[in-house]
């Protein structure tokens, strides 16, 4: 028998209509803002599935572009959400692609830009009741939600690598939740993505960091 917590009964504290369609939606867009690192000038959105036909009604739109510029699910500010981009002057689009088979129907793709040239991609899915998880960075499909403290590291798949990463949690008394490894193909671009269950402090990131074979690293505190 599968645990429903009341959560899960009666939904998350959100601006409505939708739990799947905009809270979801926003927590996805907020994820992935704390994901990069740069300040964002431009924005795009590629909405797929129930995401693509309904977006405009049950407020997707606004609820992803407030995630982005870092408003919770329960803002009020979401409803408003065109109006303070503009005002901060981000700049944003949406696509819709209803051809694409994606493995969810609430599926949001989203690449962030920075003035200076910096990118990232994200994919997120709204899997219900204001829940979602990260499926894929920059083309690597990957497997997490942010509920926990997470580390994400990109890094050349080479030997010793995920040891490095793990002895330099232990030396400062981490305690990893969940550890996975995603990656292209053997010996190509990888990420290590850690959850825990309390903060990563810094001392422990600047040790990484001395690997040859780490790229870069996002770290989302709870």
């Known amino acids: 028998m599968n645990f429903l917590s009341i959560f899960d009964v009666i939904g998350p504290n959100m601006i409505g209509p ?52 870092g408003f919770q699910t329960d803002d009020e500010r979401l409803r408003d959400a065109f109006a303070h981009a503009d005002e901060q002057g981000v700049e944003y689009q949406f696509l819709i692609d209803e051809k694409t088979v994606v493995n969810h129907p609430n599926t949001a793709d989203i690449l962030m830009e920075s003035a200076d040239g910096h990118r990232l991609f994200v994919r997120g899915e709204s899997i219900g009741g204001g829940k979602m998880k990260i499926v894929q960075i920059d083309g690597i499909d990957v497997d997490f939600t942010g509920e926990y403290t997470t580390l994400i590291i990109q890094q050349t798949d080479k030997p010793g690598v995920v040891a490095h990463i793990t002895n330099c949690l232990a030396k400062h008394e981490v305690n990893i939740a969940f550890l996975r490894l995603f990656r292209e193909e053997k010996g190509a671009k990888a990420y290590t993505i850690v959850e825990s269950d309390e903060p990563i402090p810094a001392a422990s990131l600047d040790a990484i960091k001395e690997n040859e074979h780490i790229r870069e690293l996002m770290l989302i505190q709870m």
């Open 18 to 69: 939708s739990s799947s369609h905009t809270a979801g939606a926003c927590a996805i867009a907020l994820l992935s803002k704390k994901m990069f690192q740069h300040p964002i000038q431009k924005v795009t959105f590629t909405l797929y599935g129930s995401f693509a036909r309904t977006y405009k009604g049950h407020g997707t739109d606004k609820a992803l572009l407030g995630g982005i510029l």
